[in-house]
């Protein structure tokens, strides 16, 4: 049976998340300028999200950019900002056929003024697409997000507009980037690295994670699917035991 007929649809994740890793290092082993590897990491990102869109999942989010990557040096952020305007302006009329929406988390507003633009203008074109959201994380980190986040609710507080007794997690959910995304149900980091580099750590509580070997730039629907189906081999249990699962 192909890999793909093994996946059972419906027990797909809702929402993916993936730490796309592993770009300079494949660069790297090829004798490549670091770059190089940046940009085949692009055909992976069409790749994955074309998967995605053929197995109806609802909520890609991918991580393209750290608050952290910041201090590398200035000729490669150069490069994937420039990299991020490209793929943006020629990715449009593929998310449009696909029907897919475009959404980015993090701190948008330090983001060089011609991405900005053009990220903005590929999220309004894109607004009333239906079919899966697409969510870039650019200059995203999650202790920036969460210091944020009770920064704003600690104004609220102070001007009387929310009480303390009432703070829990759905308002705080809401004040979070990804206020409109479901959590995390699976999270996937290529490049043989196990740690989350601050990404999503209240939204991945109850995630499942998964790791693997394969760097960014080589990974192709078939390790999707892998991914996936080793997913749906998981017994989530939430806290619970696992004959409560099956009452
Ligand atoms: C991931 O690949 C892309 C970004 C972080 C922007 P890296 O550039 O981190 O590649 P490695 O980890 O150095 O191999
Ligand atoms: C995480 O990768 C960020 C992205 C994939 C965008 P890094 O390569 O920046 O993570 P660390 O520094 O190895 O933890
Ligand atoms: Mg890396």
Redesign the pocket.
């Known amino acids: 049976m192909k890999l793909q007929d093994q996946i059972d649809l419906n027990k797909l994740p809702r929402h993916l998340a993936v730490?796309?890793?592993g770009n300079?290092r494949w660069a790297k082993q090829k004798g490549l300028f670091r770059t190089m590897g940046h940009e085949k990491g692009t055909k992976a990102v069409r790749e994955i999200v074309e998967a995605c869109t053929e197995l109806n999942i609802s909520y890609l989010t991918l991580?393209?950019?750290?608050t952290?990557?910041w201090n590398r040096p200035k000729m490669e952020v150069d490069l994937l900002m420039k990299l991020l305007v490209s793929s943006l302006k020629k990715e449009i009329d593929t998310l449009q056929e696909n029907n897919i929406k475009l959404n980015a988390i993090g701190n948008l507003e330090s983001l060089p003024k011609k991405v900005h633009k053009e990220l903005i203008d590929v999220i309004k074109k894109t607004e009333t697409n239906d079919r899966m959201t697409l969510t870039l994380?650019l200059s995203y980190g999650s202790r920036e997000e969460l210091t944020k986040t009770i920064k704003e609710i600690s104004h609220k507080v102070k001007n009387n507009l929310i009480s303390p007794e009432n703070i829990d997690e759905t308002v705080i959910n809401n004040h979070l980037y990804t206020r409109n995304l479901p959590d995390v149900d699976l999270l996937i980091r290529t490049?043989g690295?196990h740690?989350i580099?601050?990404?999503l750590l209240w939204q991945i509580a109850y995630a499942e994670l998964y790791f693997t070997e394969t760097l960014?730039p080589d990974y192709t629907k078939t390790h999707l699917f892998e991914a996936i189906i080793n997913y749906q081999n998981r017994e989530r249990r939430f806290g619970k035991t696992s004959e409560q699962l099956k009452e």
């Open positions: 730490i796309m890793d300079g991580y393209a950019f750290s952290e990557n994380a490049s690295e740690r580099s601050n990404f960014w």
